[in-house]
């Protein structure tokens, strides 16, 4: 009689971060900024996300038992080499995890400062007749001081809803609806936006560049997409990620 494994495909793992590229000593004394936690979350799920298919060329995920129905290994399997791979898929979804936690406390600071700091009033926009912009303190030019930019805009189109929301050429987008540089999903979620609120305001927080100055100045505009400006889209302005 051999060994029963039914276990075999469930690991023990120790809790913290276990990342290898930002080390851990530095995580855990929490020295990283907001845009570092961001750009590590992304490798995270980019690193899952391979070791994922390594999986799935096996031919089994994570719940797969690697078991015959008698409680021994299966030898069509490379068993070791799944056990491995899952091990790190559950150390970085761990690390992951704690990410996020560290992540929104950040966001909630951020949001607190920006909060607490601001100044605004309510100017009407060039052209439109529903769009308001909402101007920062002009002495507060660093773009540090708001939360980051996620996107930008390439192109804006003559007579679109952007044009008349006010969107200029080169604006950074800071937030889009709900939508900001943690969750906008390689902009995906800013589509799936667009496209479930046409006929409606949406509500833009961005950064413009300041002419003839090496600062940026936070607006608000209020842009409405729809479909009959006589072009192409809901929008009419190219939003590319930054």
């Known amino acids: 009689m051999g060994l029963n494994m039914d276990n075999i495909h469930i690991p023990s793992i120790a809790s913290g971060l276990t990342t290898g590229?930002?080390?851990?000593?530095?995580?855990?004394?929490?020295?990283?900024?907001?845009?570092?936690?961001?750009?590590?979350?992304?490798?995270?799920?980019?690193?899952?996300?391979?070791l994922s298919r390594v999986l799935e060329s096996h031919g089994v995920d994570m719940n797969t038992s690697l078991n015959t129905p008698d409680g021994f290994p299966r030898d069509d399997l490379d068993i070791p080499q799944i056990r491995h791979?899952?091990?790190?898929?559950?150390?970085?979804?761990?690390?992951?995890?704690?990410?996020?936690?560290?992540?929104?406390?950040?966001?909630?600071?951020?949001?607190a400062s920006y909060a607490s700091n601001k100044i605004t009033g309510k100017l009407p926009v060039s052209g439109s007749s529903?769009?308001?912009?909402?101007?920062?303190?002009?002495?507060?030019?660093?773009?540090?001081?708001?939360?980051?930019?996620?996107?930008?805009?390439s192109e804006v189109f003559r007579g679109a809803p952007a044009e008349t929301a006010g969107l200029k050429v080169e604006d950074r987008i800071t937030r889009f609806g709900n939508i900001n540089w943690i969750n906008?999903?390689?902009?995906?979620?800013?589509?799936?936006?667009?496209?479930?609120?046409e006929g409606q305001i949406i509500i833009i927080k961005l950064l413009r560049p300041v002419s003839g100055q090496s600062g940026l100045e936070p607006l608000q505009l209020e842009l409405i997409p729809r479909r009959d400006w006589g072009g192409r889209g809901l929008l009419g302005c190219h939003i590319v990620p930054l």
């Open 130 to 153: 529903y769009g308001q912009s909402v101007k920062e303190d002009q002495n507060s030019q660093n773009p540090n001081d708001f939360e980051p930019s996620f996107a930008r805009i």
């Open 184 to 197: 906008h999903e390689k902009l995906s979620k800013v589509a799936e936006t667009v496209q479930s609120n």
């Open 85 to 111: 791979t899952r091990v790190q898929i559950i150390r970085l979804r761990n690390d992951w995890k704690e990410l996020m936690t560290r992540i929104e406390k950040g966001l909630h600071e951020v949001h």
């Open 21 to 50: 590229h930002a080390s851990t000593k530095t995580l855990e004394q929490g020295q990283l900024s907001l845009m570092e936690l961001h750009s590590e979350k992304q490798r995270i799920e980019e690193e899952v996300s391979a």
